[in-house]
């Protein structure tokens, strides 16, 4: 068995967004088998555990991954993940992962597949919601696929957007407010936020929105009456109306499962799409189990250069 402390520093981000791309292309083909995510809570956060086999790529295995939003307090990430990866034919435990790192990487890859499919244009300004890890993972994979002419940044501390910006000052990136982030063509959002960041009346015809930050029961960052002028694309529907964007607006009457436009899965084989220039379109991101093994696989190809052997 082989433990990797942490691969995801040295992979190549055009391949882990590919990977992820392929494995939403599976999902969709119903070619994957992969439960709902299962929580625990607590008081300060919860964790999930996430199973799933991608036959294809002959790789199943389990992802332990919390979430702690006060944890930067304590200079402890916010998300940690642990991954263990099972030989199908056996059952046999072949290796164990860090996937703090290939968590950031796969959920960035996520938003940036979504982005490559229904922004309006390939050339796009690039508002994000946040300035954490995930903001920045978001960045980088989505400059893999489009072209981001400017960069506008609100976090709840400006500092925080401030030092992000130096960053990504190649990008002219600038802090702002929601509202002005709300004017870009592309927006990200990724707070751990329980109310509505972004309201409806910001966001103009033709916006893509990729909302990552609600990925829990009763987290939502979206005003609703966004939600219902546009058309929003869920990465798996079951998850998204249990833990997704959408799961507050449909326990209260706002939104219906119904509603769901199709999944990323469908929009990357071309079975669903972005309709028109003027349409806003929405990408409820949960995270999947799937990606993880899909980014294992490329890692576990780096073996060489990362791992340990237990005894």
């Known amino acids: 068995m082989w433990y990797y402390p942490d691969p ?3 992979l ?4 882990v967004n590919a990977a ?16 709902p995510k299962v929580y625990i809570t607590f008081d300060t956060g919860d964790f999930r555990t996430m199973p799933a086999y991608i036959p294809s790529l002959g790789i199943a295995g389990v992802k332990i991954v919390n979430v ?36 950031d990487l796969r959920t960035g890859a996520s938003g940036a597949i979504a982005a490559k499919y229904l922004a309006p244009s390939r050339t796009v300004t690039l508002g994000l919601v946040g300035s954490g890890r995930q903001a920045a993972a ?10 981001i002419t ?3 940044v609100w976090s709840r501390t400006e500092k925080h957007a401030a030092l992000f910006c130096r960053r990504y000052a190649a990008m002219d990136c600038s802090t702002a407010t929601l509202k002005q982030v709300c004017a870009c063509d592309v927006i990200v959002t990724t707070t751990p936020s329980r109310e509505p960041v972004i309201l409806s009346e910001w966001v103009a015809e033709g916006t893509h929105i990729n909302a990552i930050g609600a990925d829990a029961p009763g987290k939502q960052e979206l005003d609703p009456g966004l939600l219902t002028r546009a058309r929003v694309f869920v990465d798996d529907p079951p998850q998204a109306i249990h833990s997704g964007e959408i799961n507050v607006p449909i326990e209260k009457g706002l939104f219906s499962p119904e509603q769901i436009a199709g999944t990323i899965g469908e929009v990357v084989l071309g ?5 028109s220039h003027g349409e806003i379109t929405i990408f409820d991101s949960t995270g999947l189990a799937i990606q993880d093994l899909a980014i294992a696989g ?5 073996r060489n250069r990362v791992m340990l052997e237990f005894p």
Do not use: C, W, Y
């Open 8 to 10: 995801s520093p040295g």
């Open 12 to 15: 190549d981000i055009p391949e």
């Open 20 to 35: 992820v791309e392929e494995a939403f292309a599976e999902h969709a083909r119903g070619h994957v088998q992969m439960p």
């Open 68 to 103: 702690h939003p006060a944890n930067p307090l304590q200079h402890i990430p916010t998300v940690m993940a642990l991954l263990v990866i099972l030989d199908p034919a056996t059952g046999t435990p072949v290796a164990i992962l860090n996937a703090t790192g290939l968590t």
């Open 138 to 147: 978001q960045v980088d994979a989505i400059a893999a696929e489009l072209e």
């Open 150 to 152: 400017r960069l506008r």
């Open 271 to 275: 079975r669903k799409k972005r309709e």
């Open 298 to 302: 490329i890692a576990m190809k780096n």
